[in-house]
């Protein structure tokens, strides 16, 4: 599959629980930083967009738990989004680097509060619209 982003990272001992693989809550969070790094790397700054009085907020989201990773396994972050109405929805996975098997699936919606109402954010949309898949 393409995606618009990918990110590799490893995982960190103190990730993991008792019984020696990543905790659940560590999911997503791995999902949170592949999207803000990849924000960052088209140009969408929470920094500049909170100086607009524009918040983003994650509305919803769902992961699916596929095969377990371990401390210091290395995997692939990866994501696609689309625009469905005033929502921006993030389809994320996670791939164990040295069998690429799928580790976890998410579908992450985010929205916008422009001046703390709910509204679409043509600041984000003029950004995000090259990476939107072709219909």
């Known amino acids: 599959m393409k995606y618009a982003y990918e ?3 490893k995982v960190r001992d103190y990730e993991c629980d008792m019984e ?3 905790n659940n ?3 997503q969070h791995f999902m949170e930083h592949t ?3 990849f924000l960052l790397e088209v140009g969408i700054s929470f920094a500049e967009m909170l100086e607009q009085n524009i918040v983003s907020v994650v509305a919803r989201i769902t992961i699916d738990y596929k095969t377990p990773l371990r401390s210091r396994d290395e995997f692939l972050s990866c994501l696609n989004i689309k625009q469905e109405g005033i929502r921006y929805v993030f389809y994320q996975d996670i791939y164990r680097a040295s069998d690429m ?3 976890a699936k998410g579908k ?4 916008c509060l422009v001046d703390g109402k709910l509204s679409r954010c043509p600041e984000l949309e003029e950004k995000l619209k090259a990476y ?3 219909v």
Not at 108 to 111: E, H, I, K, R
Request: charged residues 25%; aromatic residues 10%.
């Open 7 to 9: 990110l590799k990272m």
């Open 20 to 22: 020696g693989i990543v």
């Open 25 to 27: 809550a560590n999911y």
């Open 35 to 37: 999207r803000h790094e």
């Open 101 to 103: 098997k799928l580790a």
């Open 108 to 111: 992450v919606d985010v929205v």
């Open 132 to 134: 939107y898949p072709e």
